[in-house]
């Protein structure tokens, strides 16, 4: 019986059925970061407990280490320096790999994890953090877990999961010129709603998908949890297997050749029935940003504010009026033109080497308006070590951005820091949620080069102009 790809990894992993239902499935990697890893380690030490399988479990320094030049183990955040200093004592006491905070690999896990071969094609990784499922992208089974769920991932390498139904989305077609994975993923949100993806386990595909580099993959599944999707994948193909070759823990020499015959193996059979099938056209995407406090109010950048349809339910309607008043933008407003007063760039969706080069195309020569904010966090220090190399940092700066470390930062607060009070910030980020950045913030989503327009605009721009 033909089979999806998700079902062969499932398969691949699975230890147990259980009587509810539910199933014990294999964990083959954890990734831990300082926010909620310390906890999972303390916890398990309180209970007499050991990490399973140490050469299995890495750990960051992202989520709220400051990320200005020379931080150290600086943090804005109340007692957040007690969280990076009990994580770095836990990590040594369980003999597990911790990137610190000075460390040259240190940076946000779904970054680090992919450029350092730790996530690979069949694998399963899970994370205390919701957008774990970025590192499907690679073709790996990867889903965001809780503080418990974290520690008996790392005592009995398994974890109880139900079994989510199969969504196959096909983006068909050639992305328009401006428009990328960002735009993407941001236009099937808004279309099918941030609920559209709830139970499901969806595998990007089509044309524009295969097109597509891994980072802009990565883009692509990190969102796939805005969706309400437990997780998102894309099969490996030759891309994949290119990207991961040589890296530091990616297979070596004969192990190198038997993981490549069975990574090409990953992928969904001809005849594999899914449970819902969306089809995009991506002739219908145009570069898009969000208007509203959910991913879902997403838009082309050229258009305005929607109306609210009129088959809208009363909670609906309650849901947009909300939106509309917390934006301060009424519906039939336009989006282009409105004015801003930051632009970051950054968060585990927009971070990598990738993302500033296209963002630097954008600025090279161009200044930052001078009622904007301009903030740039490199995804990895070595992002950070990349970019500067190829002299990207010098353009930012000239721009007039703010040049930082790596790190989650404002992405919510990270570091304890914030956008100033309703203020309206145009960011590569993931979340728009009311005061996600600051109090009260206005976010709007967009691509990190659709950012870069608008800093320079010093309101919301069509990126395709300044191409």
């Known amino acids: 019986m ?50 399973v399988s140490p050469e299995h479990v890495f750990c960051t320094m992202d989520h709220i280490v400051d990320t200005v030049i020379g931080r150290g183990d600086n943090t804005k955040v109340p007692s957040g320096k007690n969280f990076i200093l009990a994580t770095r ?14 460390d040259p ?26 957008h774990t499922c970025s590192q499907g992208a690679l073709g790996a089974l990867a889903w965001g877990i809780g503080s418990s769920e974290a520690e008996h991932a790392l005592a009995t390498k398994t974890l109880r999961v139900s079994k989510p139904k199969t969504m196959k989305v096909n983006f068909n077609g050639q992305l328009g010129f401006g428009v990328t994975a960002k735009d993407m993923i941001l236009h099937l949100i808004g279309k099918y709603s941030a609920a559209g993806g709830a139970g499901y386990v969806i595998e990007f595909g089509g044309t524009a998908v295969d097109a597509l580099d891994i980072e802009g993959r990565l883009t692509l599944c990190n969102m796939a949890v805005e969706f309400s999707a437990f997780t998102g994948l894309v099969a490996p193909d030759d891309k994949a297997i290119a990207y991961l070759k040589g890296r530091e823990y990616a297979p070596k020499g004969a192990l190198w050749q038997q993981a490549v015959a069975f990574w090409q193996s990953l992928y969904s059979d001809e005849h594999a029935q899914f449970d819902k099938t969306i089809e995009i056209d991506c002739a219908d995407i145009s570069p898009t940003i969000t208007w509203g406090n959910s991913p879902q109010h997403a838009c082309a950048v050229d258009s305005v504010v929607p109306f609210a349809p009129a088959d809208a339910t009363q909670n609906q309607l309650k849901a947009l009026n909300r939106a509309y008043e917390y934006m301060d933008l009424p519906a039939g407003s336009a989006l282009k033109g409105l004015p801003i007063g930051a632009a970051f760039i950054g968060s585990c969706t927009n971070s990598r080497i990738s993302d500033l080069r296209l963002a630097a195309k954008v600025l090279k020569g161009r200044k930052v ?31 007039g951005f703010e040049w930082r470390e790596a790190g989650c930062s404002m992405c919510f607060f990270a570091g304890g820091e914030s956008f100033g009070y309703r203020q309206r910030v145009v960011t590569s980020t ?30 919301i721009a069509d990126v395709r102009e300044y191409l």
Do not use: M
Request: aromatic share 4%.
């Open 2 to 51: 033909d089979k999806t790809l998700f079902e062969k990894i499932w398969q691949h992993h699975l230890v147990q059925e259980l009587d509810d239902g539910a199933a014990l499935i294999y964990i083959d990697r954890v990734f831990l970061h300082e926010r909620t890893g310390s906890i999972a380690l303390k916890s398990l030490e309180a209970d007499k407990r050991k990490v």
């Open 105 to 130: 690999q240190q940076g946000i896990v779904h970054v680090v994890s992919p450029e350092l071969g730790i996530v690979q094609p069949g694998a399963t990784l899970v994370c205390p953090d919701s």
């Open 369 to 399: 308006a001078e009622n904007v904010n301009a903030i740039c966090v490199p995804g990895s220090t070595t992002v950070k070590r990349q970019a500067e190399a190829e002299g990207l940092d010098k353009i930012f700066i000239a721009a």
């Open 430 to 459: 993931n979340r728009n949620f009311e005061s996600r950045q600051g109090p009260e913030t206005r976010s709007h989503l967009a691509s990190p080069a659709t950012v870069a327009a608008c800093a320079i605009a010093g309101c």
């Open 89 to 102: 004592e836990a990590c040594i006491d369980a003999k597990i790999k911790l990137f610190d905070v000075n």
